[in-house]
């Protein structure tokens, strides 16, 4: 039974919410399939049409209805701010809609404004506008989670929502997301988090893209069921079939009951069961309409389909919105989040005492501030970072994905976040990640950095923890917001960490073994830090070098160390060795500066053989060779590992061998 408190809802508060609704289904309708002439239903004929009209449908009705409400509910005196996101990106049709109403799109994009100009101009570019594209978009309201990554936009809403008592998340879920390995997790991993108020709708539509929903085939009784099972109390309210004034004012009765339940801290989920589709061509993922131009009959269906929207009721004859969709316009607010500029630490020096020490001054330092987050899949400890455990500021759950989502929802805030993971689970984040490297590049004001601590590689690990695919993936966008920091001790590992959470519009991944000891000359760190990689003379022959041996990372900058002077003893050659802080610096152009103008040149990496090549891209005209992971046949000792792959005293002074050879012929 449902207890909640449910406010009155007045019948003109009725009527201005399906007012609205109307308006933007009937606009979503109308981008889907008119390039001209939108408000003229009665007198469309086929050169105000698309001839093959493209984009996606079923959605659209469900996303609308929420908007709707989620949007007039902010004026209903919960005393919170509501902030919608759009967890499906093919509700990009809606929330152009909505954006072209409230003139937030004219403000990114002028030629969108609000008369029929703008609107023809919008819907004639839908879907293949520059830079406007047909999806959700960051710059528009209710498009901080852009959707390109399926099932994350739950456990970004609660990121988002993480620490803001007077923030109401709603993200706006389809039943398919809800069969997502993320949004599934995310219904559990709530319970890890405090103060953290996130009001999770689900777009129950029965379908997901290509056929029926498993969450959509299950009754109110066993959808209410699963809820309660993992800590949510549901209420369910089904639309489309019956008076549509009824239907709104009580789907915002219990909205609004249901913000104010979660503002007091109550975890409260609103299913919203339709029909995919409804008020159109039922149950259509796309639009159902596909040959406008050549199909009389499919022409006159759509002359119906816009009409039923009463569009004369909505506009004037100038677009202007007229009577309660004029007074919805003035009663509604779209909530978003702009990210604030936080303070930062004073510098924080390294110590010299170790990975766990140094890593933990660091996130200590950046805590002090208020604003940092620590996520980890249950392996702080493991890493030894066990003193980090149980701080307000650090989260552990055995998710990446869903971990993933809550430092983007946190970083969209303007706060700074790290994930500390194995190396072998990082591919997991792989399609999130270039989700969010996608997202962020249509924003036009920096976020705070996506940061990863990457520990227990291969190299230390079991046969089956050896996977430094997400490295190489990254690296192969050819993005310059990546960047993978291979510090060659923990003073460098500091200095790594610190300045990724300084940084902004980047994706920093930190890949640093949690066993390191050794330390290096500290006469280099300014510039490896600054350029991405420096000669290291205490290591190095003065004047042009024969050989260039390249390090990157903590166990290649050991078997390097280890291996310069047998090489130099047996070649009898000039050799300079280079540390490579920031493997994003193999793609500058200058690299002739720091590995001589003929030498012949080895790196070793401690990821993929590939992700060097790929970086290099076949600019130096010389006798160059990699030594990196290569993936095992079956497991072996670290010793036999190394051997494996030549990346031991042995293989690299037998591949410099190799490299001098060849240059003396």
């Not at 990106?89 to 937030?104: C, E, F, I, N």
């Not at 500091?494 to 640093?512: E, K, Q, Y």
Request: with cysteine.
């Amino acid at each position: 039974m449902n207890h909640w408190r449910e406010p009155e809802v007045s019948s003109d508060l009725a009527r201005r919410a399906d007012a609205l609704w109307r308006a933007l289904t009937y606009l979503s309708v109308a981008q889907l399939h008119l390039r001209s002439n939108l408000l003229a239903v009665d007198c469309l004929d086929v050169s105000d049409v698309k001839p093959r009209p493209a984009g996606h449908w079923g959605t659209v009705p469900g996303t609308a209805w929420v908007l709707t409400h989620a949007s007039l509910a902010a004026g209903c005196g919960i005393g919170m701010q509501i902030v919608p996101v759009l967890g499906a990106g093919h509700a990009g049709v809606v929330q152009r809609a909505l954006a072209w109403l409230t003139g937030d799109i004219a403000r990114v994009y002028p030629r969108y404004g609000r008369d029929a100009g703008g609107l023809a101009a919008m819907a004639a570019a839908f879907p293949d506008g520059d830079t406007l594209g047909s999806e959700v978009h960051p710059a528009l309201p209710a498009g901080a989670y852009m959707g390109g990554w399926l099932g994350g936009a739950f456990a970004f809403a609660q990121g988002m929502a993480l620490d803001s008592p007077n923030r109401v998340v709603v993200p706006i879920i389809g039943d398919g997301e809800c069969e997502t390995p993320s949004t599934a997790a995310s219904w559990l991993a709530h319970r890890a988090l405090t103060d953290t108020r996130v009001l999770p709708v689900v777009h129950l539509n029965g379908h997901r893209m290509g056929g029926p929903s498993l969450l959509g085939a299950m009754s109110n009784e066993q959808v209410s069921a699963y809820a309660r099972g993992l800590g949510w109390e549901p209420v369910v309210v089904e639309v489309g079939a019956g008076p549509a004034l009824a239907e709104h004012a009580e789907f915002h009765r219990v909205l609004v009951a249901a913000l104010e339940a979660t503002a007091r801290g109550a975890h409260r989920v609103v299913f919203l069961r339709c029909l995919k589709g409804w008020s159109g061509p039922i149950g259509a993922h796309k639009t159902p309409l596909t040959d406008l131009a050549g199909d009389s009959c499919q022409l006159a269906a759509l002359r119906a389909w816009l009409s039923s929207y009463r569009p004369s009721e909505l506009f004037d004859a100038d677009t202007q919105p007229v009577g309660a969709l004029a007074s919805a316009l003035d009663a509604i607010h779209v909530g978003s989040v702009l990210p604030d500029a936080l303070p930062l630490p004073p510098p924080v020096a390294a110590s010299g005492r170790g990975f766990a020490t140094e890593v933990t001054t660091v996130l200590r330092a950046h805590a002090a501030t208020g604003d940092i987050k620590v996520f980890s899949p249950d392996e702080l400890r493991s890493n030894h970072l066990g003193e980090l455990q149980g701080e307000a500021w650090t989260h552990e759950v055995l998710a990446e994905e869903v971990l993933l989502g809550w430092v983007a929802g946190w970083t969209a805030t303007g706060r700074r976040g790290l994930i500390v993971s194995y190396e072998a689970f990082a591919p997991l984040l792989l399609t999130g990640l270039v989700g969010q490297l996608k997202q962020r590049r249509l924003i036009e004001h920096a976020l705070p950095s996506i940061n990863l601590l990457l520990t227990s590689y291969g190299w230390h690990n079991v046969y089956s923890h050896g996977d430094p695919s997400l490295i190489t993936a990254l690296l192969g966008t050819g993005d310059p917001a990546v960047h993978v920091l291979t510090p060659a001790d923990s003073d460098r590992v500091a200095a790594a960490l610190d300045d990724a959470l300084r940084s902004t519009g980047r994706v920093n991944v930190i890949v640093a073994g949690k066993h390191t000891t050794v330390t290096y000359p500290r006469e280099t760190i300014d510039e490896e830090r600054h350029r991405g990689l420096a000669v290291w003379h205490h290591l190095s022959d003065p004047g042009e070098p024969d050989l260039t041996l390249v390090c990157a990372g903590d166990l290649a900058a050991a078997v390097v160390t280890d291996a310069v002077s047998r090489i130099r003893s047996c070649s009898d050659c000039r050799v300079r060795v280079v540390n490579v802080h920031d493997l994003a610096a193999l793609m500058a152009p200058d690299l002739h500066h720091y590995f001589g103008t003929h030498a012949a040149v080895l790196i070793v990496t401690l990821g993929h053989r590939a992700a060097i090549w790929g970086l290099l891209g076949g600019r130096l005209d010389r006798d160059v060779e990699v030594i990196g992971w290569s993936e095992p046949p079956f497991p072996m000792p670290q010793d036999r590992l190394a051997a494996h792959a030549e990346f031991d005293v042995a293989g690299v002074t037998s591949a410099a061998e190799a490299l001098l050879a060849r240059r003396k012929r």
